[in-house]
């Protein structure tokens, strides 16, 4: 398929996980991308086998506003137009409220959050322009509480309701926004937590389908949600769960 072939995308995180399959995609698709991230290295490596002309390597950090200023100004000058933002880089750390230090709050909502907005703000008048999306990558985190996961929970939680208010708000703009909500995943953020056969056994009670996601999984739905097959399709929180969010959370029979 060639759903983007001539589409400019920018995508958050690129150099790993999620957002570096989500990038694959896009390019395997035809796009021309802007790899973002925060190691130039990582983003090199995700660049080296496409077309120079189809790519944009950022090394910024998307807690900085000054820095998102950069990445969209930066895509539009190389590429002359941007359709899609995929709002992917995040990070997580553990802890409840009373335990968290204040670093580490901030450190989630800077970039959890933050970057989000800083983000969506940036690229809004470029996506009036051509009939855009944003895709953010929230999380079933964002749709229900874990335990010692507070500032993760209140980020993800946010960006879902965000995704809403910003579908309500820029829909007559023509610009549409989504929002997909995975479970675990097996990404690097989560490399120690698949060594442990006894935590995947109790997330495999969850699982309507045989799990963990992989990234891929999480990127073939936000180039769904970006591309014109969903073209009446916008507010949503899509769960790309395995079927975990189906469950009212009592045990397997």
Not at 10 to 24: L, N, Q, R, W
Not at 98 to 112: F, G, I, N, Q, Y
Request: overall charge negative; glycine content about 10%.
């Amino acid at each position: 398929m060639q759903r983007f072939a001539d589409k400019v995308v920018i995508v958050t995180g690129a150099g790993s996980g999620i957002g570096k399959a989500t990038a694959e995609r896009f390019l395997d698709e035809g796009a021309k991308v802007a790899l973002v991230g925060r190691t130039k290295s990582k983003l090199e490596d995700v660049a080296r086998p496409y077309p120079a002309e189809r790519l944009l390597v950022v090394e910024a950090d998307i807690s900085h506003e000054t820095d998102v200023c950069s990445i969209v100004a930066r895509t539009t000058e190389k590429f002359g137009r941007l359709d899609v933002l995929v709002n992917n880089a995040g990070v997580v750390t553990q802890g409840d409220v009373a335990s968290l230090s204040t670093e580490d709050w901030r450190k989630v909502m800077a970039t959890d959050l933050d970057g989000v907005f800083f983000a969506s703000r940036a690229v809004i008048p470029h996506l009036k322009s051509s009939g855009g999306s944003i895709v953010n990558v929230s999380s079933v985190s964002g749709t229900g509480g874990d335990w010692g996961m507070a500032a993760y929970n209140a980020a993800k939680g946010a960006i879902t309701n965000l995704t809403r208010a910003m579908a309500m708000d820029h829909g007559k703009d023509g610009i549409r926004v989504n929002a997909v909500c995975p479970s675990f995943t097996k990404t690097g953020m989560t490399e120690d937590m698949t060594k442990d056969d006894k935590l995947i056994a109790k997330f495999n009670e969850r699982f309507a389908l045989e799990g963990p996601g992989k990234p891929e999984d999480v990127a073939a739905v936000i180039a769904f949600l970006a591309s014109d097959d969903a073209r009446f399709v916008t507010g949503v929180n899509l769960p790309v769960d395995g079927g975990m969010s189906a469950s009212n959370g009592q045990p397997p029979q």
